[in-house]
């Protein structure tokens, strides 16, 4: 009996150190960076402690803590205050997700950990990985990838990982830490609002808004994330703790850094009205596990995290102090593995520092001519041959921009560096025709301005000149943070001006310079030919010339549908089936579809796809299979499709979106050659979340669709069957 005793307490001791074993499975490195920041907290006062709990937090001389330099990096880095420029511009993040090329962005976040780091930058709040809801008054578009939850993973993994580095050279020298935002559904609000009002199911969060935030984590392995300035079933993201404790930290298993979003803290109290004071919302933000107080430019009314607010509370509850201790070694954690602490701070002269190169400022210039739309191309008017052009008209209050006084050029988008130089439209079409064309350039309109004093001198460009490109959209000045719009039509008089230069009868070519979908109908209607070209960074005007006049194919697609207007939306392919009865599911007075929908995109060549094939039709709910498509150029230019499969389970124990994206492959083909694309189908392609939102595959048929946009017609169809 004593014996079988002891054989059970030894197989009880043993099963209790082997599960201590299996959780502890950091690495060396981590160890040791866990011990550093230990040993290190033991030393520090609160007061040391608290000070460290801001973004800026100066250096601690006592102790050796260094100062962690931060930035935005969203295409490019960004100094937020102390303000220089000479950084490399690229695309957009709408603008980059529309290469639908994860390797490139990749790539542009490698290069700017690059700069960040020549300036001194280690910690930086970029990516965005909100999924757009479909609603683009909303002005913060333009900074995430797209409406659908997979396409924005794939991006926003691409990031992170060219941004942070992987396996050994992650945080490096040469990479910087990201911060993935906004932590979650930030976009899911009712009037297009920044930061506005929200409210949403746990099945729309977790199906739409979790994923990308999810593949952050566990693929990218995400040092920083920032919560929402919104709330989440009545309770405020930056003090929620289910979102980020249980989902955050518990379930998804991330160990990083947690940073307000700016003043979030102290909103508590005065946007959201549920701390009566600053302390309180500091408490309950730590409680949450918010580890840092963003605080951008140091206005001591809205700090949190800080002595004035802190102190003397944690003093008289030393039980508190746990939550500023969790904090705290969190941050320094973080200053650790970028090796900070082993490093002297950068001596940075602001007057000659130049962080970009050429070799970035070209990659930029290669993003932008993979990232332009053909939206429209009736008659083939685009590309223009130069030899039947003698004069050209440029036209609109997008196709130049100045060198600004103060701040960056409004049509490289919001969160933009000032680049060394910009080439506008205009400069890369006098660029790329030299003497051979007489370029005819009048403005016609000022953006923000109901004036038409310019439209005579347009019109007599027009009618002096063989054809037209006509430079619209929109700007920083009318879209981006803050910048929320309640119609989506052209912004001023740039409809008239349309109307105008179209009645001169020439050949027109549109192109939209802007930072959100638009209701652009008249200019879909009666304008031949469309170029989307979003902000493509410092090098916009060299790839729109080369796209207008045939050195570029287009071969960019749209990753967010265009509404036909206000009234319809959310407009977005992410759509559970409709009413069947006498409504039909439509609008009275109006189409319901799409503009321009989610994955379009045109080419001076064409394609013709293939019926998909399985490796296997049949497979089993924990099996995977292969499904093929041939692509073929059946044009006389070569050019770039990109290849989308979409998925639908036809029947399950939950109502489901009529497809989603599970798949994409941008391919280059040759006048008559065929290529064959081939995607998985598995586990990650064909779960659903079951009515307990558990991610599982359920028996049944699947609607496997594959082609070049998510609209019907554009789709070959295969039914897969799980047993």
């Known amino acids: 009996m004593k014996k079988l005793f002891f054989l059970s307490l030894l197989m009880l001791i043993s099963s209790v150190i082997s599960c201590q074993q299996k959780k502890d499975n950091r690495s060396k490195k981590d160890k040791e960076i866990a011990n550093k920041v230990q040993n290190l907290i033991s030393k520090?006062?609160?007061?040391?402690?608290?000070?460290?709990?801001?973004?800026?937090?100066?250096?601690?001389?006592?102790?050796?803590?260094?100062?962690?330099?931060?930035?935005?990096?969203?295409?490019?880095?960004?100094?937020?205050?102390?303000?220089?420029?000479?950084?490399?511009?690229?695309?957009?993040?709408?603008?980059?997700?529309?290469?639908?090329?994860?390797?490139?962005?990749?790539?542009?976040?490698?290069?700017?950990?690059?700069?960040?780091?020549?300036?001194?930058?280690?910690?930086?709040?970029?990516?965005?990985?909100?999924?757009?809801?479909?609603?683009?008054?909303?002005?913060?578009?333009?900074e995430s990838y797209s409406e659908d939850p997979y396409l924005v993973s794939r991006m926003g993994v691409a990031f992170i990982?060219?941004?942070?580095?992987?396996?050994?050279?992650?945080?490096?020298?040469?990479?910087?830490?990201?911060?993935?935002?906004?932590?979650?559904?930030?976009?899911?609000?009712?009037?297009?609002?920044?930061?506005?009002?929200?409210?949403?199911?746990?099945?729309?969060?977790?199906?739409?808004?979790?994923?990308?935030?999810?593949?952050?984590?566990?693929?990218?392995?995400?040092?920083?994330?920032?919560?929402?300035?919104?709330?989440?079933?009545?309770?405020?993201?930056?003090?929620?703790?289910?979102?980020?404790?249980?989902?955050?930290?518990?379930?998804?298993?991330?160990?990083?850094?947690?940073?307000?979003?700016?003043?979030?803290?102290?909103?508590?109290?005065t946007m959201h009205f549920i701390a009566e004071n600053r302390t309180k919302s500091a408490l309950l933000g730590l409680k949450a596990g918010v580890d840092m107080d963003l605080v951008i430019g140091k206005i001591e009314k809205l700090a949190a995290y800080n002595t004035k607010v802190l102190k003397d509370t944690i003093t008289q509850n030393p039980e508190l102090e746990k939550y500023i201790d969790k904090a705290t070694s969190r941050i320094l954690k973080a200053k650790y593995q970028l090796?900070?602490?082993?490093?002297?701070?950068?001596?940075?002269?602001?007057?000659?520092v130049y962080a970009g190169k050429k070799e970035h400022q070209d990659f930029s210039y290669e993003m932008a001519k993979k990232a332009i739309i053909l939206l429209k191309n009736d008659k083939n008017v685009l590309p223009l041959d130069l030899s039947n052009i003698k004069s050209l008209a440029v036209i609109g209050p997008n196709a130049h921009e100045n060198r600004p006084k103060k701040g960056t050029y409004s049509l490289l988008g919001g969160y933009s560096g000032l680049p060394p130089f910009y080439v506008s439209a205009l400069d890369g079409i006098k660029a790329k025709v030299g003497e051979k064309v007489k370029i005819n350039y009048a403005k016609?309109?000022?953006?923000?301005?109901?004036?038409?004093?310019?439209?005579?001198?347009?019109?007599?460009?027009?009618?002096?000149?063989?054809?037209?490109?006509?430079?619209?959209?929109?700007?920083?000045?009318?879209?981006?943070?803050?910048?929320d719009r309640a119609d989506l039509d052209l912004y001023g008089v740039q409809k008239e001006l349309v109307q105008a230069i179209h009645k001169t009868g020439k050949p027109v070519v549109a192109v939209l310079i802007n930072g959100r979908p638009l209701s652009i109908n008249y200019v879909a209607e009666n304008i031949p030919s469309i170029l989307e070209t979003w902000y493509l960074?410092?090098?916009?005007?060299?790839?729109?010339?080369?796209?207008?006049?045939?050195?570029?194919?287009?071969?960019?697609?749209?990753?967010?549908?265009?509404?036909?207007?206000?009234?319809?939306?959310?407009?977005?392919?992410?759509?559970?089936?409709?009413?069947?009865?006498?409504?039909?599911?439509?609008?009275?007075?109006?189409?319901?579809?799409?503009?321009?929908?989610?994955?379009?995109g045109l080419s001076y060549t064409t394609f013709k796809y293939s019926k998909p094939t399985f490796k296997d039709a049949i497979i089993n709910t924990d099996g995977s299979t292969t499904v093929s498509v041939d692509v073929t150029n059946t044009g006389k230019r070569a050019g770039d499709e990109v290849v989308q499969m979409y998925v639908r389970d036809d029947y399950a124990s939950v109502g489901r979106y009529n497809k989603m994206l599970k798949g994409f492959e941008r391919i280059s083909l040759e006048p008559g050659e065929t290529k064959t694309v081939t995607f998985t189908l598995g586990f990650?392609?064909?779960?659903?979340?079951?009515?307990?939102?558990?991610?599982?595959?359920?028996?049944?048929t699947f609607t496997i669709s594959v082609g070049a946009s998510s609209q019907e017609k554009d789709l070959q169809k295969a039914t897969l069957k799980v047993k």
Request: hydrophobic content about 35%; some cysteine.
């Open 44 to 142: 520090m006062t609160l007061e040391e402690k608290i000070a460290e709990m801001t973004q800026d937090a100066p250096a601690n001389e006592r102790l050796g803590i260094p100062f962690m330099k931060y930035g935005e990096a969203l295409h490019g880095l960004w100094l937020v205050l102390d303000y220089y420029g000479n950084t490399t511009v690229y695309p957009q993040a709408i603008a980059a997700a529309s290469t639908w090329q994860p390797e490139l962005v990749k790539k542009m976040a490698s290069q700017t950990a690059k700069e960040a780091r020549t300036l001194g930058v280690t910690h930086v709040y970029s990516p965005n990985l909100d999924v757009i809801s479909g609603d683009p008054r909303y002005g913060r578009v333009e």
């Open 339 to 352: 090796g900070l602490f082993d490093t002297k701070p950068k001596e940075i002269d602001t007057e000659t």
């Open 684 to 700: 990650d392609e064909l779960n659903i979340l079951n009515q307990q939102m558990k991610k599982v595959v359920e028996p049944g």
């Open 537 to 600: 960074g410092m090098r916009s005007g060299d790839a729109i010339a080369d796209a207008i006049f045939g050195d570029v194919n287009p071969g960019g697609k749209l990753t967010v549908s265009f509404p036909r207007s206000v009234g319809q939306l959310p407009v977005t392919y992410l759509e559970r089936p409709d009413f069947i009865g006498s409504g039909k599911g439509q609008f009275k007075d109006a189409d319901k579809s799409p503009l321009f929908p989610f994955g379009y």
């Open 444 to 483: 016609g309109c000022d953006l923000l301005s109901n004036s038409k004093a310019g439209f005579p001198a347009a019109i007599a460009a027009a009618k002096k000149s063989d054809a037209v490109i006509l430079v619209i959209g929109g700007s920083r000045k009318t879209g981006g943070e803050g910048v």
């Open 161 to 269: 990982q060219g941004l942070q580095g992987m396996g050994d050279e992650r945080f490096d020298e040469n990479h910087v830490m990201a911060t993935a935002k906004h932590f979650i559904g930030y976009p899911e609000n009712r009037r297009g609002i920044n930061g506005g009002f929200s409210d949403m199911s746990e099945r729309r969060l977790r199906e739409v808004y979790l994923p990308p935030f999810e593949a952050a984590i566990k693929e990218a392995k995400i040092g920083s994330l920032m919560p929402g300035h919104q709330d989440y079933n009545g309770v405020p993201n930056h003090m929620n703790t289910w979102l980020l404790k249980d989902i955050l930290r518990d379930e998804l298993g991330f160990d990083g850094l947690i940073v307000s979003d700016n003043n979030d803290i102290a909103r508590l109290g």
